[in-house]
């Protein structure tokens, strides 16, 4: 079955819960597209990295200021690329992505 969606004049619209709603609004946007179907690479890149740590980060139930302590980085430095306006460097993804995992093994032993 798929998605819900409603009509109105003639448009379609997909309904979806409030709270993925907010979060898909928080995320970085897509680049755009030039007419010959190309965006920027980086730009793209950013985006799919702030997505996927967002994601990430809120599978884990961490907060950008809960993610940075466990990481050793700094809270802004989370929130620049959540928000698609900063590169990070591999290191401080590792970092990102060793501290996500460590949660969500936490979470799952705290669980059972």
Do not use: C
């Amino acid at each position: 079955m798929g998605p819900a969606t409603i009509t109105r004049k003639g448009r379609r619209y997909v309904l979806v819960p409030i709270e993925d709603y907010e979060r898909m609004a928080k995320m970085a946007p897509w680049p755009p597209v030039a007419p010959d179907g190309t965006s920027d690479a980086i730009e793209f890149a950013r985006a799919s990295i702030a997505r996927t740590l967002l994601r990430d980060r809120s599978a884990a139930g961490l907060s950008q200021q809960a993610l940075a302590e466990l990481a050793g980085v700094r809270q802004e430095t989370i929130s620049r690329i959540e928000s698609g306006r900063h590169t990070a460097s591999v290191r401080v993804i590792d970092k990102l992505n060793k501290a996500i995992h460590a949660a969500l093994r936490r979470r799952r032993r705290q669980s059972k």
